[in-house]
């Protein structure tokens, strides 16, 4: 979506103190806390996720993101030179080809070979793109997610300074698909039990799936949110799924997305093709203030950073006032932030 005007990216900052953003995951899943803003009435609840069955009503679909994170970070050392070399694998392009995110990346030209775990894994850049992108094929033997799970770790944020103990807690207990090189953090509070509840109440749990990447956590770097580029990602739609989504559409039952990657799918889906269509494609959607949601009618999502496209997505889906007047009360509350903090409901209030 563009428009004929500016928007200044300081509309979308708020003050969070460090100390509330949140370093390890909690005991249980869905222990966090949760803010609950209804969208007609404009009131902020704070609850804990747990309660989240109680705000959710028969009929309702739950749709959630069951990428997988992959262990994307790898650090490896240039074959001619033996210069250090951090590389994020950021997009399966095809095959063995690789869109990554690498760091000191002038280093890195065309045919360059980084070579990594004594040689058991190597790239070969094969493309040079703009800001920091490389596009690697890899050199292996064996079943390549094998390897990558010898070699890699986990791509945490760099918020995150605290070592991550159980790697799975950075997945979804429905995580399926391998591709991520970031979890769809709204999901991390949802447990398999919390999942039979909803069924038991009469909600249907559907899946999408999208490659978090760059799209997703790239920061806006430019002071009008209009000329920020969004990197596409790659996400899937199956015939099943879009089936129960154009009947829920039909038939007037809130579709609810479990995060805002989600959400993202099914914007760029029903935006393209006024209903809900099995494909498996790329999408660049880009949702701020101005926009007008067609196909979700509310939203599980976690406290996202300033200035950040995602809480642009969510002040779309609300209004930018009252989400930041939610975040300050979050902070007033200390909640805690970003990947492993709290959640919120944004419920439209229909």
């Known amino acids: 979506m563009k428009g004929p005007f500016n928007m200044d990216i300081n509309l979308f900052d708020y003050y969070l103190p ?33 309660d989240i069955i109680d705000y959710l009503k028969p009929g309702d679909i739950l749709v959630r993101n069951n990428t997988k994170v992959i262990p994307a970070r790898l650090f ?3 074959e001619m030179t033996h210069a250090h070399v951090e590389v994020l694998l950021l997009k399966n392009l095809h095959d063995d080809v690789w869109e990554c995110l690498c760091g000191n990346a002038k280093t890195i030209k065309h045919d360059t070979i980084i070579s990594f775990g004594d040689g058991r894994l190597k790239a070969q850049c094969i493309e040079v793109k703009d800001e920091g992108i490389r596009v690697l094929e890899m050199i292996y ?6 390897v990558l799970d010898q070699l ?22 429905y995580a ?23 069924r038991d109440k009469g909600i249907e749990v559907l899946d999408v799936t999208l490659h978090v990447g760059l799209g997703t956590f790239r920061p806006v770097k430019t002071d009008n949110i ?17 089936d129960r989504l ?17 959400c993202r799918t099914l914007e760029a889906n029903y935006s393209k093709y006024g209903c809900f269509k099995a494909v498996h494609e790329n ?21 996202h950073l300033p200035k950040s496209t995602l809480i642009m997505l969510v002040s779309a889906l609300s209004s930018r006032d009252y989400i930041l007047k939610a975040y300050q009360q979050a902070v007033k509350e200390k909640y805690r932030f970003f990947s492993f903090g709290d959640a919120m409901f944004i419920d439209n209030g229909e």
């Open 176 to 198: 399926k698909i391998e591709g991520s090189a970031a979890a769809p953090t709204a999901g991390l509070h949802f447990t398999k039990e919390l999942f039979s509840k909803c």
């Open 246 to 262: 154009n009947k829920a559409k039909d038939n007037n039952h809130r579709i609810i997305a479990i995060g805002t990657t989600s």
């Open 283 to 303: 999408t660049d959607i880009f949702i701020y203030p101005g926009y007008t949601f067609k196909a979700i009618d509310c939203l599980i999502t976690n406290f």
């Open 226 to 242: 209009l000329e920020h580029h969004m990197h596409s990602e790659y996400y899937e739609i199956d015939e099943k799924t879009a």
């Open 18 to 50: 460090e100390e509330l953003i949140a370093q390890t995951p909690l005991l249980k899943r869905d222990t966090s806390r949760l803010m609950v803003l209804n969208k007609k009435t404009q009131t902020i609840e704070h609850k804990h996720f747990y």
């Open 76 to 78: 490896g050392t240039k």
């Open 141 to 146: 033997e064996g079943i390549f997610y094998e």
């Open 152 to 173: 890699g770790i986990m791509p945490l944020p760099p918020y995150i300074k605290e070592k991550l103990n159980d790697p799975d807690r950075y997945n979804t207990v």
